[in-house]
């Protein structure tokens, strides 16, 4: 798995919702806002839903389809705007698991779609990494 961090204050880190599932369940506006610049670079994305650590979206860009999850990794409401992360997963058939194909590779057009959204919007700390 690869994740993207980036910190920001443009979106909503500190205001529980009432729709949250829990309290930690900030994203939504950054899944709004990622679906519309995804699309706008023809990456289709097929929902956003809400996780109970986050939110998540499901898309398919360039013949394969991917989790794009989104969690904040807490910062204070004292100008530390905190982490956001966007973990991203390829989805894979059982078979495709067995036989090893359409494996994940760091060169994912999916993350440098990504990346370069987060660099256009100017970001700060923009980072991409491999979890191990």
Not at 112 to 131: D, K, P, R, W
Request: glycine content about 8%; overall charge negative; aromatic content about 14%.
């Amino acid at each position: 798995m690869q994740f993207l961090s980036f910190e920001t204050d443009h979106f909503n880190r500190t205001e529980v919702r009432d729709y949250f599932i829990n309290p930690c369940c900030f994203g939504d506006d950054v899944a709004t806002w990622l679906m519309a610049q995804l699309e706008k670079r023809h990456v289709n994305v097929a929902k956003i839903y809400q996780e109970d650590w986050g939110w998540e979206l499901d898309c398919e860009f360039g013949g394969s389809r991917y989790f794009l999850s989104i969690v904040l990794v807490a910062g204070d409401q004292d100008g530390d705007y905190g982490e956001w992360r966007i973990y991203v997963t390829k989805q894979c058939s059982l078979i495709g698991r067995i036989f090893g194909k359409d494996k994940m590779v760091r060169e994912e057009a999916i993350i440098a779609v990504a990346h370069t959204i987060l660099s256009e919007a100017q970001f700060g700390n923009i980072h991409c990494l491999a979890e191990v």
